[in-house]
């Protein structure tokens, strides 16, 4: 999330027609806080009877998150895998190669959480809990609580990419999305563009980074790096074919949003895709709007809600063949 004036709210997209409702009783009973009717799924293709043709579509999950048992900083992060892993689930039940999450998903964001006495960023007593005391909100290589999401992952050949704290093994700490390939690995990604209060609890990162995901090269960004151009600019020098942000957008900020992800994607000739922080949030209530963007900049879903919902858009390279063959392009 980055600060910015408060803008005048535009107008919420209606849901599409084939928005529905797609969950199971413990997806119900882990989120009835957290969504009145569950998560909903809004798609954006394929069409009835069309299937993903192997690399030449790619199949995204746009998860938008509301975070479990927010305030309660690490020992949040057990009860928000346990939900991130039943939306995996729900996500590949409906084709998804890619699932996407927010900006600190697991913890909500909540940068207390994250606060050390005295500021001592670096002490390994920072992620070291004493016996009896709360579990640390940040993770780290091995940590034994990114386990379900690791094994869902290589059940079902997914990718999902979640927000936390991470810490290095040298103490570094980093506000991270961490990529759970389908082999159960897990490869942070940092934010670059810190702002306000993380400055004080984080260490940027260096650019962004690119991941192979079925053939397809997929950048990975973290909320304030999308307002900065230069940071998709790298990203499309790299060869990334889709941008993915995990953001925190609040109300006030949709037009921003859907500037900043328009202009990223037409600007480069990729796909944006954006997971919105659902809820209530320290920084305000979230404005919604996750979705997916065209090489064109067109929006091409958004989901309805503020809660957690799902947006499910199908990726296909001739688009991105049409518009990157285009003289002038």
């Not at 999305?177 to 990604?189: A, E, T």
């Amino acid at each position: 999330m980055t600060p910015t004036p408060p803008q005048v709210p535009t107008q919420r997209p209606a849901q599409p027609r084939d928005a529905m409702s797609h969950m199971s009783p413990s997806v119900e009973s882990r989120l009835a806080d957290t969504a009145s009717a569950g998560p909903a799924f809004v798609d954006a293709g394929p069409r009835p009877g069309e299937e993903p043709d192997g690399p030449a579509m790619l199949r995204a999950a746009v998860v938008q998150y509301e975070a479990l048992l927010p305030g309660a900083g690490g020992a949040a992060v057990e009860a928000n895998v346990a939900a991130h892993v039943e939306l995996v689930e729900l996500a590949h039940s409906r084709g998804a190669r890619l699932v996407l999450f927010p900006e600190l998903s697991l913890t909500g964001y909540e940068l207390t959480a994250f606060e050390v006495p005295g500021g001592a960023r670096w002490l390994s007593q920072a992620i070291q809990p004493s016996p009896g005391s709360q579990p640390s909100p940040w993770l780290t290589a091995g940590d034994p609580r990114l386990q379900p999401l690791q094994d869902v992952c290589a059940r079902t050949g997914t990718v999902a990419v979640v927000g936390a704290g991470w810490r290095e093994a040298d103490q570094t700490p980093r506000l991270a999305s961490l990529v759970v390939g389908p082999d159960g690995s897990v490869k942070p990604v940092f934010k670059t563009h810190l702002h306000g209060p993380e400055r004080e609890l984080f260490v940027s990162g260096s650019g962004p980074v690119v991941v192979d995901v079925d053939g397809w090269r997929v950048a990975f960004a973290v909320c304030a790096d999308a307002a900065h151009p230069a940071h998709a600019g790298a990203a499309a020098e790299a060869g990334a074919d889709v941008y993915a942000v995990s953001a925190l957008y609040t109300r006030g900020e949709e037009l921003r949003l859907g500037l900043h992800l328009g202009a990223r994607s037409m600007d480069h000739r990729m796909f944006g895709i954006l997971a919105n922080l659902g809820g209530e949030t320290p920084l305000g209530s979230s404005c919604g709007l996750s979705g997916g963007w065209g090489p064109d900049g067109t929006a091409l879903v958004r989901v309805a809600g503020t809660g957690t919902e799902i947006a499910m858009v199908s990726l296909d390279r001739s688009r991105l063949a049409a518009y990157r063959s285009t003289a002038g392009a």
